[in-house]
């Protein structure tokens, strides 16, 4: 089974290439590897709100995914919108092929403050376990350690772990993806 | 197995359409879309939402506010979300006077979409707690509370359905704990009795003699204590239904009783000389094969026509496995207001361990099962390791199920094979439990080329 990483546009290669690490150890039995092309991420920006359509941009990551993979996820540096909600962190079909993660407001730099490469990397790692749960299926979950937790907010993106907990764990061990915190522990 | 509230969310604009969906699915939700007013208010009366989110402008025909009008008139119990782009104050109190719950102005922040949705759904549960309380409370059942997606307990339910309004005798048949007195009342809140009482009697439970004075009540001296005159079930339940429970476990003599009542519908209190006029529905139900017990000579045949009017029979819950996640699930939720322990849902692995059983004390036991489990777990979902308890009972049953033509040698083999996977693959463990030693188990693992 392969997963396939997409660069959405110009991407921070540390951290494509710690997702990469990541991933490969997290989800055990899949066989990681970095998408041949880099993705346009022309035609998606919107004037009026400064920001790049997030819908169209999955649309895209989909329609990439080579005929052996079974899923992809693609890391952008853009900021994300859709219609009705001011910003999205990322964005994934659940139980489809695809999710999309941006690191544009996981960067303290989009707030102003100092560079830090390695809590964007942790927080990359989060929302990146985050989405794929949903590409296999999982939906949010109400325990707040949970990386399948909702994070609306930076300060709960920090908050969360970046493992799944035990109910959703076994779900994804279930879907052949991934182990839960308590079999980690095990 | 989490219960999956259903939203809908209108809009002309196809990517906002979607993209809303798409983001509350990741929330769990079941999300329609509709393109116009036209489409949600059609997708309205075919289906039950419990969030409506409704773009204010949209061209054609029927505009945000009509659409949530003939909404709110179709399904007024529904919550209403109205989105606009154009955030004036005339539309948000128009919005608002017509029923609006909630009025939001896109682009909004994801945390209040989110606070919204959780500030709804909050109140949807607290809303179906509600319900489920009050009608635990006043003991009321009506058809939609027997859950079943069983073909056969559909054509069951059809026919409760046909028979509610009659004055009949009914006979229900089945098992224990499939459901025989929740049928009753069923059928009872379905009839023009419902207003009366529905009186329930279990025939089983009591002596002959105190069995009599529970259904016909005594006189004053009737017997030693009787100290004043005592209505008995059947008076109680005058104008409404009485619900006999066992009643193939009766006397002979409360037989005969019986049958001069549902003849005559009159009878003397025990003790008593002045007949009894009463206007009673008498719903009968039992386990035991009462065909039998007349071959037999063990109950009146003229009783057992007289209640046989019409015959309802259940089937047991392992012929009608396809219920017991519904089941469940809903007992999950039942249960966890009654005991004051919340498990918001029941694994999928969970959920195939419930499916291997055979269920023998049925709903019943179902119910139990996932009370026991509820009560014992740690965890917010139920799993397979809460439910444990009945995986020795499997394995008696697939160990002992073996059909007549099955070798010694087969035996052995199923046997091994159910210790091994109880212990889990431990060898010594399983020698112990099959009273082998650890040697003698390999050669036959070997030999029979069991897994472990």
């Not at chain 2, 489920?132 to 307990?153: C, H, P, S, V, W």
């Amino acid at each position: 089974m392969k997963l396939y990483v997409a660069e959405v546009g110009d991407v921070d290669e540390a951290v494509i290439r710690d997702l990469e690490a990541r991933i490969g150890e997290r989800f055990a039995g899949w066989d990681v590897s970095r998408l041949g092309e880099r993705l346009e991420v022309a035609g998606t920006w919107d004037e009026g709100r400064r920001q790049f359509a997030s819908t169209e941009l999955l649309r895209r990551v989909v329609a990439a995914l080579p005929a052996d993979g079974s899923k992809i996820v693609g890391v952008t540096e853009c900021d994300l919108f859709i219609p009705m909600l001011s910003f999205l962190f990322g964005q994934a079909q659940v139980g489809g092929p695809a999710a999309l993660v941006s690191l544009a407001r996981l960067r303290p730099e989009f707030y102003g403050l100092a560079a830090a490469p390695d809590v964007v990397r942790e927080r990359a790692r989060k929302e990146c376990f985050h989405e794929l749960g949903h590409a296999f299926g999982l939906v949010h979950c109400e325990d707040r350690e949970c990386v399948m937790s909702l994070s609306t907010t930076l300060a709960q993106v920090d908050e969360k772990g970046d493992e799944y907990c035990e109910g959703c764990g076994g779900k994804a061990e279930v879907r052949g993806f991934a182990k839960g915190r308590s079999e980690e522990r095990e | 197995m989490k219960r999956q509230w259903r939203i809908l969310v209108v809009d002309d604009e196809e990517v906002m359409c979607e993209s809303l969906a798409a983001w509350l699915r990741e929330d769990g939700f079941a999300v329609d879309t509709a393109p116009s007013g036209a489409a949600a208010v059609a997708l309205a009366r075919a289906n039950d939402y419990a969030i409506y989110f409704i773009d204010l402008k949209m061209p054609g025909g029927m505009d945000g506010i009509e659409a949530m009008m003939t909404i709110r008139e179709l399904r007024p119990e529904a919550a209403v979300v109205i989105i606009t782009a154009y955030a004036t104050v005339d539309t948000a109190i128009t919005a608002m006077k017509e029923g609006a719950q909630e009025y939001i102005v896109k682009p909004c922040n994801p945390a209040e979409i989110s606070l919204l949705v959780n500030r709804i759904i909050k109140v949807k549960n607290l809303e179906r707690e509600n319900t489920l309380l009050r009608q635990k409370l006043a003991g009321q059942y009506r058809f939609q509370d027997i859950l079943t997606k069983n073909g056969r307990m559909q054509q069951v339910l059809e026919l409760v359905r046909e028979i509610a309004p009659l004055r009949s005798t009914v006979l229900v048949r089945g098992e224990s704990g499939t459901g025989k007195e929740l049928v009753a009342r069923a059928i009872h809140n379905c009839s023009d009795r419902a207003g009366k009482a529905f009186v329930a009697v279990s025939c089983a439970a009591l002596a002959e003699t105190l069995l009599e004075t529970e259904l016909f009540g005594h006189e004053k001296g009737a017997f030693t204590g009787a100290n004043g005159q005592v209505r008995g079930k059947f008076e109680l339940a005058d104008g409404g239904t009485l619900f006999l429970d066992e009643i193939g476990d009766i006397s002979p003599k409360l037989q005969r009783d019986l049958l001069r009542v549902l003849q005559e519908r009159a009878f003397f209190r025990v003790g008593g000389t002045e007949e009894v006029r009463v206007d009673v529905r008498v719903i009968a139900a039992t386990h035991v094969d009462l065909e039998r017990a007349v071959a037999e000579g063990h109950f009146r045949e003229d009783l057992f026509y007289r209640l046989n009017v019409i015959e309802v029979k259940l089937p047991p819950l392992r012929e009608r496995k396809e219920d017991i996640p519904l089941l469940a699930h809903h007992f999950l939720e039942q249960l966890s207001l009654e005991v004051g322990k919340r498990a918001a849902e029941i694994s999928e692995g969970a959920v195939g361990l419930l499916m291997e059983h055979d269920w023998p004390g049925n709903v019943r036991e179902l119910e139990n099962a996932v009370e026991r489990a509820l009560v014992t777990s740690r965890g917010q979902v139920l799993s397979e390791t809460d439910f444990q308890f009945l995986r020795a009972s499997i394995e008696r049953r697939q160990g002992a199920g073996a059909p007549d033509s099955m070798t010694l040698e087969e035996l052995e083999k199923r046997a091994i094979a159910a210790t091994l996977k109880r212990t889990v693959g431990n060898i010594k463990e399983a020698a112990a439990s099959l009273g082998i030693d650890r040697s003698t188990l390999y050669d036959k693992i070997k030999r029979y080329g069991i897994a472990r």
